[in-house]
């Protein structure tokens, strides 16, 4: 399956500040990748599709000027929090899809917290 | 809208015990189910996927099963050990490649010593 990083594995800012989320597929080439965010104790919850040379499809709820999300190449998809707030602390998590049967293949994830 | 419930939410049990994680999907037009390992604070662990044509699926210790027509999947863990304490989490495909996962909370579960 696609081996999947994620840049950084941890990360605190300040309220008000932004903060980019790198998320890498390293042996395979994705055109759709996606990003989840997981609250303590709840599931991963998808906020947005990140396509390749288009933009990408938000989630019902998720803000897309609060949540850039940036496909720059078929190994490379950005997540920048911007003007973060102490309700933005969590675990963003990035996933590729594979061939079919389109099993998802995810990074280990970044933690967010907002000080 | 897709919704996915997983019983129970916690487990304990002796280790050795054979046990069943349960997953209930209310939308049964599904492309596949994927089942996840995640352990606390990680990412997620892929376990097996099962295509929607697809009743079941093995791998190791594991098998995971599916109905569609029932809206439901369950994962068998045989001979449990304490390694496989994680939060076990299953999750449907929609559409297919384009679409993401809808999850469901999770099992945690514990296998003592």
């Known amino acids: 399956g696609a081996v999947v990083s994620q840049h950084p594995s941890w990360v605190i800012c300040k309220s008000g500040t932004s903060v980019k989320i790198e998320c890498r597929s390293l042996d395979f080439q994705a055109t759709t990748m996606f990003w989840y965010r997981q609250f303590p104790k709840q599931s991963l919850m998808l906020m947005a599709t990140s396509n390749e040379g288009s933009k990408a499809t938000y989630e019902q709820g998720v803000e897309k000027d609060k949540f850039l999300i940036n496909h720059a190449s078929l190994t490379l998809s950005t997540l920048t929090v911007t003007s973060a707030h102490p309700e933005d602390s969590s675990f963003y998590i990035c996933s590729v899809a594979g061939d079919k049967p389109y099993e998802q293949y995810f990074g280990p994830g970044t933690r967010l917290t907002v000080t | 809208k897709q919704e996915v419930t997983q019983i129970p939410a916690a487990l304990s049990v002796p280790e050795g015990e054979n046990l069943v994680l349960n997953c209930s999907f209310t939308d049964s037009a599904i492309y596949n189910l994927q089942w996840f390992r995640q352990d606390p604070g990680k990412g997620l662990t892929s376990l097996l996927l099962?295509?929607?044509?697809?009743r079941e699926q093995t791998s190791g210790r594991l098998n995971a099963s599916l109905d569609k027509s029932s809206g439901r999947s369950t994962l068998y863990i045989a001979a449990s050990q304490p390694g496989d304490s994680a939060t076990y989490l299953c999750a449907v495909l929609r559409q297919g490649g384009a679409d993401g996962l809808t999850f469901g909370k999770g099992t945690h579960l514990i296998i003592q010593p």
């Open positions: 099962i295509q929607s044509s697809q």
